[in-house]
Nanobody, 122 residues
């Protein structure tokens, strides 16, 4: 089994910063990619940022220059540093880990965290 646990959400004023953390643990053999999605009320879940163990990162246009994703390979932990937060960043943020496990080394499986609320007040 694989567990994905997020932390670090909260309430912040516009212009402020937050740092989200997400640790993947369990019977992981290798990580293919880890990332952050978000879902605001009434909207579809969207990819915010993703990163590979080699450090290749991608961002949705709306967060480029404000958010930074990083991955600690030794800890299987991904971080999302969010600066210059705006009210439109308000959402539940979900971490995902695409991994292979010791039982299925050739199959990439996606695991999700439970989500953490980020609220930005104006």
């Amino acid at each position: 089994q694989v567990q994905v646990v997020e932390s670090g959400g909260g309430l912040v004023q516009a212009g402020g910063s937050l740092r989200l953390s997400c640790a993947a643990s369990g019977t992981i053999f290798s990580i293919n990619v880890m990332g952050w999605y978000r879902q605001a009320p009434g909207k579809q879940r969207e990819l915010v940022a993703s990163i590979t163990p080699g450090g290749s990162a991608n961002y949705v246009d709306s967060v480029k220059g404000r958010f930074t994703i990083s991955l600690d390979n030794a800890k299987n932990t991904v971080y999302l540093q969010m600066n210059s937060l705006q009210p439109e960043d308000t959402a539940v943020y979900y971490c995902n880990a695409d991994v292979t496990t010791r039982h299925f080394m050739s199959v990439i499986q996606r695991y999700w965290g439970q989500g953490t609320q980020v609220t930005v007040s104006s």
